[in-house]
């Protein structure tokens, strides 16, 4: 079975019905997308799958069509994308295992919806769970991208 | 050879002290000098000036031997060494350590002790001191109770200020000069020439000479990073990226993937089990029956997890009520039953006189079982290897992890390591090791190849160890327009010598503090004032949930206060500040006051406002939420909350904890609870118990204050009055008293 993940093309041998987010961690070691809740609860697994963000845990391989972004792909430490640059200088980070899910769901946003009102950020966000409750910053790191985005 | 920093003076004086009184544990070996874990891990070169630093040519490491739950334990231990070293933490390599007692947490066990924390009497200090004692003889390092920064506060700097002090010496020596005329900057030593030489350079030569151990702490005025504003967070761009690795994201090139189905009855046995069909699924390596279950060993998780679904067991079942109703006919028959007292803490006046006659109200509270439910399954890499281990996981208690890896293993605690990895989340449920216990036994099964064993959400969920349920009666009396007496009793199993005995295998005698801490030691001044704690049984094993036994008792002695409030035809606040007694308490309830702009709890049209208070782990926090009713259900609107830690040391991290604090307080008293049926919580996944989501969460502003005597965590204080100024809230705006949580089985939320 092949699939592209960041730009890169990978080939690998599982079922078909293997969640794509198992297929990520365990098979190509890409670790950014986590186990959360395994039944789409939690949006900790969230991965863009041609620009939309999806829940990996309830993706089977086999259906997937189109070429996956993972948090990796988004940016690096060395080169953020807007979104985890806001992230950090909101300090929104706790345990940050939601993260990753937090993240790939507001650039998703952001894609759709450039500068979202706070209604529009409670009904994309409010599937992805974070235990440590780092909500408030949330909502002001996606309107300081929403900022940043609109002036590049 | 390298030498021993002797502990810093200071902690060595207070030890001292402490131990004078300290007959019953054992004076002699709470004097001995702790060994310092460090040596045994040097190689020529390289010197432990002090057990939070060590330095070689290479570079700086600063341990940080506190674990990370999300909480900022990491940053702020590395910030406090690097404040008195003189280096810039970033530059450094952060690493927990290897656990050992040098590590042990005196903070912890201190708060256990029978006097509240605003108590700073003498009797009252000496048995706080007096309790490091056994958290040195029992190795307890420990990572709970907001302790962090209160342990670590003066330990940390003080090591860091020996570790700049002996360089300077080193520096000296060198050069000639005398150490006073030498300073330091970002890692260098600075000679009165201009000339600087690297604290790395100067590893091996400060390794020859006693260490400077004759240090004085800097005065906060001469902070550079400690109390400053946006303090980065060593771990933020890791934790933005997707590149922090948590216990679950290792990999080994030889690595087994298990998973384990255990008996959601925890400790009870497995009647018998069929794994026909799971051994021949695709990637099962083997199917291996453990004492606490059954795990199955695959070459991908997923697969695991596939595999364990499909086994068929049956479980056995223990003595306890298996459903919630008797689970709390159990609760209530312990309450007020002479053969269950357990403790009473707080006796002031004369309660049976006081409420003998008159108008007393009465009112009875519970709170439900709590998951933790991190948003990381418990999970943890194990490779055992002829006589030894070695063990990857996320703990708050890895020497316990540490012995009892051994101990199924059959090795010495000599010959197993752990390596204490950056954790999703535990809010408590890491205080428990059930899931390293079966990742040991597993690797086991497949000497010489590591094996990382995770818990599916719905594993963790069902052996969760949660937050005790527990009941209350309270009753109470006003007098013109005063509360005048009040008396709670709590029935609650015995959660902190159920824990400790399961850790540690010790029974721990006398009471169990943890059924009325967060009602007893209230600061406040009732004439009649009783809280009396009862001991259920041992039932469904429970343990610490953030915040522990102030979590429920907040709610009850808040919420009767209020009630009594109400009916005595006061204000909320200002009674509350009538009574209080403690300075630093009245003066955050005069501050979320001023905050909310408060003038009463009613506010019209459907809106109210409710005061929460309570003083745990030594922190006074007060809040006041304010909510409105909608056609869609109570809505949260805002929260204001005033806060006292004595010093603040990072003002963005101190936000952020109130912020989650807050959240969690206020999304677990929504909405969660686990009840029971035929032993197994009804509740697996986040469908179930879902907490707080983004689109609930109100606006919350937050004040520090620093009237407290002494510095002190904020991981968990926030968390108690949440809940009890939320129900306040819903009574000023609907009239509707909620005495149970979760308040959604009597009330709708948006």
Same mark, same amino acid.
């Given at each position: 079975m092949k699939l592209t993940v960041n730009g890169t093309a990978h080939e690998v041998d599982v079922e078909p019905e293997m969640p794509l987010l198992w297929v990520l961690r365990d098979e190509l070691n890409i670790k950014g997308p986590k186990y959360g809740c395994g039944v789409a609860q939690c949006g900790a697994c969230t991965v863009h799958v041609d620009g939309i963000a999806v829940r990996s845990c309830q993706l089977p391989v086999g259906d997937l069509e189109g070429e996956v972004l993972t948090i990796e792909g988004l940016g690096s430490p060395e080169s953020l994308h807007a979104v985890q640059d806001a992230w950090i200088a909101h300090h929104v980070a706790q345990c940050g295992y939601c993260q990753s899910g937090q993240i790939m769901q507001a650039a998703s946003l952001l894609e759709m919806t450039p500068q979202p009102t706070d209604a529009e950020i409670d009904e994309a966000m409010s599937g992805n769970l974070c235990r440590c409750g780092t909500y408030p910053r949330i909502r002001a790191a996606i309107h300081t991208a929403a900022r940043t985005l609109s002036e590049a | 050879m390298s030498r021993i920093a002797t502990l810093t003076r200071r902690t060595f004086l207070v030890g001292s002290t402490a131990v004078a009184g300290g007959v019953a544990f054992g004076i002699y070996l709470a004097r001995k000098p702790i060994p310092n874990p460090l040596l045994d891990g040097l190689v020529d070169g390289e010197v432990a000036l002090t057990p939070f630093v060590k330095i070689d040519a290479e570079g700086i490491t600063l341990i940080t031997p506190r674990a990370d739950m999300g909480q900022g334990t990491y940053s702020i231990q590395a910030y406090l060494i690097a404040e008195e070293l003189d280096i810039d933490p970033a530059t450094a390599t952060l690493s927990p350590g290897t656990p050992g007692p040098a590590y042990h947490n005196a903070t912890i066990l201190a708060e256990g002790v029978p006097y509240p924390a605003f108590d700073d009497s003498f009797v009252a200090e000496s048995l706080r001191n007096f309790m490091a004692v056994p958290a040195k003889l029992f190795s307890v390092q420990i990572t709970g109770g907001s302790s962090t920064v209160p342990d670590g506060f003066d330990r940390l700097r003080t090591a860091g200020a020996i570790a700049r002090e002996t360089l300077k010496e080193a520096a000296a020596r060198r050069t000639g000069s005398a150490r006073g005329d030498l300073k330091t900057q970002d890692g260098f030593v600075l000679l009165p020439t201009g000339e600087r030489i690297a604290y790395t350079d100067l590893a091996a030569e400060a390794a020859q000479i006693a260490p400077v151990g004759d240090v004085s702490l800097r005065p906060s005025s001469e902070w550079r990073y400690l109390g400053q504003s946006a303090l980065p967070r060593l771990d933020m761009a890791r934790k933005c990226t997707g590149t922090e690795v948590y216990g679950i994201d290792l990999e080994?090139?030889?690595?087994? @993937?298990?998973?384990?189905?255990?008996?959601?009855?925890?400790?009870?046995?497995?009647? *018998?089990?069929?794994?026909?069909? =799971?051994?021949?699924?695709?990637?099962? @390596?083997?199917?291996? *029956?453990?004492?606490?279950?059954?795990?199955?060993?695959?070459?991908?998780?997923?697969? =695991?997890?596939?595999?364990?679904?499909?086994?068929?067991?049956?479980?056995?079942?223990?003595?306890?009520?298996?459903?919630?109703?008797?689970?709390? *006919?159990?609760?209530?028959? =312990?309450?007020? =039953?002479?053969?269950?007292?357990?403790?009473?803490?707080?006796?002031?006046?004369?309660?049976?006189?006081?409420?003998?006659?008159?108008?007393?109200?009465?009112?009875?509270?519970?709170?439900?079982?709590?998951? @933790?439910a991190p948003m990381e399954p418990m999970n943890a890499v194990v490779r055992v290897d002829g006589e030894s281990v070695e063990i990857w996981t996320g703990t708050q208690i890895p020497v316990f992890v540490r012995d009892r890896a051994a101990r199924i293993a059959g090795v010495k605690a000599d010959n197993v390591e752990v390596h204490v990895l950056p954790m999703g989340g535990s809010f408590g449920h890491r205080l428990e090791m059930t899931h390293v216990e079966q990742a040991v036994e597993l690797a086991m099964a497949v000497p010489g190849r590591h094996l990382k064993m995770t818990w599916s959400r719905e594993e963790d969920m069902t052996h969760d160890y949660p937050r005790p349920a527990s009941v209350a009666r309270a009753r109470g009396a006003v007098s013109d327009g005063q509360v005048s007496a009040f008396d709670l009793s709590v029935s609650q199993s015995a959660m902190a010598p159920e824990w400790l005995e399961r850790l540690s295998g010790r029974k721990l005698p006398g009471p169990d503090a943890s059924i009325t801490t967060g009602s007893w030691d209230q600061p406040f001044a009732i004439p009649d004032y009783r809280v009396t704690g009862y001991r259920a049984p041992s039932m469904v094993p429970v343990s610490s949930w953030r915040s522990v036994g102030a979590s429920g008792n907040g709610f009850y002695h808040d919420c009767f206060l209020d009630e009594l409030i109400h009916a005595a035809g006061a204000d909320p606040l200002a009674e509350r500040m009538r009574l209080c007694m403690h300075e630093p308490s009245r003066k955050v309830l005069e501050a979320v006051g001023e905050m909310s702009g408060w003038n009463g709890p009613a506010r019209g049209g459907g809106r109210g406002r409710g005061v929460g208070f309570c003083m745990s782990f030594g922190v006074p926090c007060a809040q006041v939420v304010d909510v409105a009713q909608t056609a869609e259900g109570i809505r949260i609107a805002k929260v204001y909350v005033a806060v006292d830690v004595g010093e603040v040391l990072d003002p963005t991290n101190l936000e952020a904890q109130v912020f989650g604090g807050v959240i969690w307080g206020l999304g677990h008293a929504m909405n969660c609870e686990l009840t029971y049926e035929g032993h197994v919580p009804d509740q697996t996944n986040f469908y179930d118990y879902e907490g707080m989501r983004l689109y609930q969460a109100p606006d919350i502003t937050v004040r520090a204050l620093t009237n407290g005597p002494s510095i002190r965590g904020i991981g968990e204080p926030a968390v108690p009055p949440a809940a009890p100024a939320l129900a306040n809230a819903i009574f000023a705006a609907t009239g509707q008293r909620i005495r149970e949580l979760p308040l959604n089985k009597h009330i709708d939320f948006v």
């Open positions: - | 080994f090139d030889d690595m087994l @993937h298990a998973t384990v189905r255990a008996n959601p009855a925890i400790g009870a046995g497995i009647a *018998q089990f069929d794994s026909a069909g =799971a051994e021949d699924m695709r990637g099962v @390596h083997s199917i291996v *029956q453990i004492s606490q279950g059954i795990g199955v060993i695959a070459d991908n998780t997923w697969r =695991a997890f596939q595999a364990a679904e499909y086994l068929d067991i049956s479980w056995d079942y223990p003595e306890y009520p298996g459903s919630s109703e008797g689970l709390y *006919q159990e609760l209530e028959a =312990a309450l007020n =039953a002479p053969e269950t007292y357990d403790h009473r803490q707080r006796d002031d006046g004369n309660v049976d006189r006081a409420l003998s006659g008159g108008d007393v109200i009465t009112a009875e509270y519970r709170v439900p079982y709590l998951a @933790h």
